[in-house]
Nanobody, 123 residues
């Protein structure tokens, strides 16, 4: 059974940093894509940073490139999102999600989701 447990959200001022963690279990990491998604009130959910844990490539949302860094600890199957230079627009509920990688790459829709962690950035 796939389980994803997020931690590390909180409230910071603009320009600050946060580290999100997602402890993943119940699947073979090399066959999955895993990443962070976010959803602000009244807005659609968006992929923020996604990786195929075999390490082929990492996707970043354009608005976070250069500020956020995704990493994966293979030994513990933990996904991290280091968020620097946070902006008010980064305020959202952040979710960790995972699913099997398909023949064409990481999926568009994800089957397994964590409970989410709130990130609030104030000006």
């Amino acid at each position: 059974q796939v389980q994803l447990v997020e931690s590390g959200g909180g409230s910071v001022q603009a320009g600050g940093s946060l580290l999100l963690s997602c402890a993943a279990s119940g699947y073979t990491p090399s066959t999955y894509c895993i990443g962070w998604f976010r959803q602000a009130p009244g807005k659609e959910r968006k992929g923020v940073a996604i990786i195929h844990t075999a390490g082929e490539s990492t996707y970043y949302l354009d608005s976070v490139k250069g500020r956020f860094t995704l990493s994966h600890d293979n030994a513990t199957n933990t996904l991290y999102l280091q968020m620097n230079s946070l902006e008010v627009e980064d305020t959202a509920m952040y979710y960790c999600a995972a699913d099997l990688r398909g023949p064409m790459g990481c999926p568009v829709e994800y089957k397994y989701w964590g409970q989410g962690t709130q990130v609030t950035v104030s000006s």
